[in-house]
């Protein structure tokens, strides 16, 4: 099994394995969120591994649930009603469908770029974060991640910066990633538009996604995504980010 498949496989479970000693301020109904990694269609929506509120005061509890229950919702509505009547493709995974997507019917391929990348980006967004006070959240990465970021931007606070700048570039509605470039070994800060993104890519793994389209944040902070840039460190998994990094 190589790293990308064994990361595939396993990040979903072992993401949501980590979240339980965060238990606290966890949903105790949600705290064995069901393994996505490897699902197949119908796809569906994780239930989040914490409260809608859980993450108050910087992402409030209504745009949380409008942003899981409506918006990831959609995009896992729109993914499956295409696949409907392509049944030789219902035993693949969305990163598989994403990946060849240029050989898939026409009609289906926007349909898996757009709602089959929001699936896949929503599922990891969700994982990537806890609430404030649990074990992880908002922190420090750890040692051997930090020293990785050190090297590449110079200091933690100026990784925060880089990555808060590229978030703010973003033209529109899209995303910002850390990565790790499999052939350089070195992290690197990306964005990609609309549902794009790294998680389905093979030659690096995706270890942080921000969320910087307008339904994420707008209700609370309208205009100001640097303002929900800033409060958004603070939910932060670090333990998971580095797990994902020493993986
Ligand atoms: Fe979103």
């Not at 990361?7 to 979903?12: D, K, V, Y």
Request: hydrophobic share 45%; glycine share 6%.
């Amino acid at each position: 099994m190589n790293r990308r498949s064994f990361l595939t496989r396993t990040s979903t479970a072992a993401l949501a394995a980590s979240l339980t000693p965060a238990l606290s301020k966890l949903s105790a109904a949600t705290a064995t969120t069901p393994a996505a990694a490897g699902a197949t269609y119908p796809f569906a929506v994780s239930p989040l591994a914490y409260d809608f509120a859980a993450l108050e005061p910087h992402l409030d509890a209504a745009t949380m649930k409008l942003h899981h229950g409506k918006h990831h919702a959609a995009y896992v509505t729109n993914l499956n009603a295409a696949l409907k009547d392509h049944p030789k493709l219902h035993g693949q995974t969305v990163e598989q469908l994403l990946r060849q997507r240029e050989t898939l019917p026409a009609a289906l391929q926007p349909v898996v770029r757009n709602h089959g990348g929001g699936h896949l980006n929503h599922e990891f967004f969700w994982q990537i974060m806890r609430p404030v006070g649990t074990a992880g959240a908002g922190g420090q990465p750890g040692e051997k991640l930090a020293a990785a970021i050190t090297a590449e931007f110079g200091s933690f606070e100026k990784f925060r910066e880089a990555f808060n700048a590229a978030s703010l570039r973003v033209f529109g509605s899209g995303w910002s990633f850390v990565i790790v470039d499999h052939a350089t070994k070195k992290l690197k800060i990306t964005t990609a538009p609309n549902q794009d993104g790294e998680l389905y890519q093979t030659d690096r793994t995706c270890l942080l996604a921000c969320d910087v389209w307008e339904h994420a944040y707008y209700l609370n902070y309208q205009n100001r995504r640097a303002d929900y840039l800033k409060a958004w460190w603070n939910v932060v998994a670090w333990d998971i980010v580095t797990r994902r990094f020493a993986a």
